[in-house]
């Protein structure tokens, strides 16, 4: 005895047609042949909920299955049946042909088989296969400069993923073909990679623009020089005025986001240990002018 289409799709019986179509995607994603290859269990699930789908979407089908017209396997429910009786002006014993002509199946086995047994061969419309997610973490300066990565996908295998330069945070690449496989001859899924650019300890990105905290010397901001700027770009030298103050912001034309400029913020350090010709050099120095007297609060 066939069983209940409602059932083997995990639907409720007054399911819209919407329901019962997700419902079905849902369960074919998991026991299409070409997802579980020599699974004889799995196959013969999927034709059969393969044919309870063709049964539930069709309109008059489910009406006559909702009301005892037929039975889950397409079956005529007609008392008569067999004795020549007649149903809406159809023979009752033997509705294999009414199923082919509605379905356009190439029958197996017998006349009079049923069109949702295992002989059944329907054509159904190509359908794609399900799209896929990833999720990849990218360093700030291989999105600014652009870069290849390596994306493991699902089945273990591993796909070379380029990055344009200058890939925003949360973008999504697209991969086309290498997500699910399509079904009945459909093309597969496409693999969706969601960019995740890692944060920088001096460096982060304002629209085309760089900004990147440079820490300098005492020694450094006192006599000024020409220091080593790292930039995704290659390193950069840059001249430090004789007396520069920390929080100073220097600008470096073209060396941010495709043409965009770096902001170079001049952070002092002061040593971990004092030296004791520092401390009586500070010692010995007076302030011209205080850095406070134009705060008011």
Not at 141 to 165: C, E, F, T
């Amino acid at each position: 005895m066939a069983k209940d289409p409602y059932k083997l799709l995990g639907v409720k019986k007054n399911a819209t047609e919407k329901e019962i179509k997700k419902a079905y995607r849902a369960l074919a994603k998991k026991l299409h042949p070409d997802v579980n290859p020599g699974d004889k269990a799995a196959a013969e699930k999927f034709k059969e909920i393969t044919a309870a789908n063709t049964l539930l979407t069709d309109k008059k089908l489910r009406a006559q299955y909702d009301s005892g017209g037929i039975d889950a396997s397409g079956q005529q429910q007609n008392p008569f049946a067999g004795r020549g009786g007649q149903m809406g002006g159809m023979g009752g014993g033997d509705m294999s042909d009414l199923f082919s002509s509605l379905f356009g199946m190439q029958m197996g086995g017998a006349r009079g088989g049923s069109p949702f047994g295992g002989g059944a061969q329907m054509r159904r419309p190509p359908q794609k296969g399900a799209d896929v997610l990833y999720t990849l973490s990218v360093s700030l300066p291989d999105a600014v400069k652009g870069a290849n990565q390596q994306v493991r996908m699902a089945n273990g295998k591993s796909l070379k993923l380029a990055i344009p330069a200058g890939t925003k945070d949360e973008a999504v690449l697209r991969l086309r073909g290498k997500g699910q496989p399509g079904a009945h001859g459909g093309p597969n899924g496409d693999a969706k990679v969601t960019i995740k650019i890692k944060k920088h300890k001096y460096l982060s990105r304002d629209g085309d623009n760089l900004r990147l905290e440079l820490p300098i010397t005492l020694k450094e901001a006192v006599l000024g020089g020409k220091v080593r700027v790292p930039t995704p770009h290659g390193n950069v030298s840059l001249n430090i005025t004789a007396g520069s103050s920390s929080g100073k912001t220097l600008r470096l034309k073209g060396k941010g986001v495709k043409g965009g400029d770096m902001l170079v913020k001049l952070m002092i350090q002061m040593p971990e240990t004092l030296g004791k010709d520092l401390k009586k050099c500070m010692e010995k120095w007076e302030d011209d002018e205080d850095p406070r007297a134009n705060i008011n609060i």
